[in-house]
């Protein structure tokens, strides 16, 4: 009967293991790579966006006319939180996630905004896994 235990509890361990151990090498590598300054790049577009009205600060519009934009242009939403942020007397949306993190600012003309799209390289993307990017999208 203590054999039977003892034989459960070595393949309940490497079971656990088996999980945990890429998941500790992931943060540990890109813990140690962010803190020397290695931190993954991105590829980014940014495309003019002409507006029927002038960008307003509520965050339901803005995410709204961002997943209507990124809908246009077949790439999936980001898989992170939204946030509306303030820069001075200005604002501007940022949506982050995982594999792609979006920025919509208004520019001087308030009928146009600037639509960044930015495409994570893999080592940005564990690094955004890492830093709790990659939760729930709206």
Known sequence: ???????????AHMIIAAFILPVALMFFITGALYTWGVKGGYSSDTYILQLQQPMQRNKEWLTEKVMNELAQRSIALPSGQAKLKTAGNSFYFEWTGSEVDVLLEPRVHSLEANLTIKRTTLHRFFVQLHKAKGGGSV
Do not use: D, N, Q
């Open 1 to 11: 009967m203590f054999s039977l235990k003892r034989i459960f509890l070595i393949k």
